[in-house]
């Protein structure tokens, strides 16, 4: 049996059992992904239309330090994502397999794409099922800390950057952490308190190298940061006269808010999220609805075609 023909699954301390699979059923699952991507691009054909035509009077600087500020994401990601585990994985692949794993989160349900496609990349770079899954969770937990962290700080540091309008909701920014308190007492007993002591050791071999905690953290901080740079480049790009805290403390709500509805990629529920927050902040609305076209392009739709590319090269190589 050839390596392109087998799929390996470790379960704990197991032994490996390997399963045939053969060469169509990848490249049916690859193709119902890009059926489903052009489904969802011709969907939003109007709204992709209408937001190009707006951005087409935008400032090109401005868009083009956006665009360089989504390729930074994928990196950062990456960055976070090998900070996260113990064992040295290969770069060039972890990288293309976080720009693979965006385009396949705009397609399933809340995160499930980018988790789906992390796991089966480290999974082949020979981490167990359990410790991979870890590995995701760790990296989810310190993303939703270090949003929460930065809005708090923000709060803080320049509690006159946010209107007093928009003040409540942009207090949602705490909600994720609230959740995550009552979760962790619940989740407290028998099977899931025992499966959480398993995590905290693997976060606790992690953090022992000063290289790779700075490399989760820093990179998940950097992450969050340019994802809002996006969003504030965009904003310039359009020629709205707002602060820079404002339009940061509107992402950091806007994905807070959009992590609890359970959408591919956050469609809808981050688009008017992010809307909402900047109309709060002072801007008008169509420009905010604008503005979200333009973070939306460049992070998620643009990208899609040349990532779903990236994971059928990756699953074909038996990386992914």
């Known amino acids: 049996m050839t390596v392109s023909d087998s799929v390996t699954v470790t379960t704990g301390d197991s032994v490996t059992v390997t399963a045939g699979r053969r060469p169509y059923v990848r490249l049916g699952i690859t193709l119902a992904v890009f059926v489903a991507a052009g489904g969802m691009l011709a969907a939003h054909r109007a709204t992709l ?18 665009c360089f500020a989504t390729l930074a994401t994928w990196v950062c990601a990456a960055v976070a994502q090998q900070g996260a585990v ?3 994985l290969p770069k060039g692949r972890l990288v293309a397999a976080q720009f693979a794993a965006c385009a396949a989160n705009h397609i399933l349900p809340a995160g499930a794409g980018a988790s789906l496609v992390n796991l089966r990349f480290l999974t082949r770079c020979g981490l167990s099922t359990r410790r991979s899954a870890t590995a995701l969770a760790v990296k ?22 946010v209107p007093l309008s928009a003040r409540v909701p942009h207090m949602l920014v705490l909600v ?6 009552v979760v962790s007492a619940v989740m407290a007993s028998g099977r899931i308190r025992r499966a959480l002591g398993r995590a ?35 904003v310039h790009a359009l020629g709205l006269a707002l602060p820079t805290s404002h339009v940061v403390m509107a992402y950091l709500v806007a ?19 992010l809307a909402f927050a900047l109309t709060a902040a ?26 779903l590319l990236v994971l059928g090269l990756l699953a074909r190589r038996s990386a992914l």
């Open 282 to 307: 002072g801007a008008p609305g169509q420009t905010a609805i604008s503005a979200v076209i333009g973070y939306r392009l460049l992070t998620g739709w643009l990208p899609m075609a040349p990532g």
């Open 140 to 161: 989810a937990a310190v993303g939703g800390i270090v949003r929460c962290v930065l809005g708090v700080v923000l709060l803080v540091a320049a509690p006159g950057a």
């Open 200 to 234: 905290v050791t693997d976060v606790r071999e992690v953090h022992r190298s000063r290289g790779r905690a700075c490399a989760l953290w820093g990179g998940s901080v950097a992450f969050a940061l340019l994802h809002a740079s996006v969003v504030v480049a965009v």
């Open 176 to 181: 994720p952490v609230v959740a995550a308190t």
């Open 86 to 88: 113990v064992e040295r």
């Open 255 to 273: 994905s807070g808010a959009a992590a609890l509805l359970p959408t591919p990629g956050g469609l809808g529920s981050l688009d008017a999220a």
């Open 49 to 66: 239309d209408s937001g190009t035509d707006q951005l087409a009077a935008a400032d090109r600087e401005w868009l083009v330090l956006a």
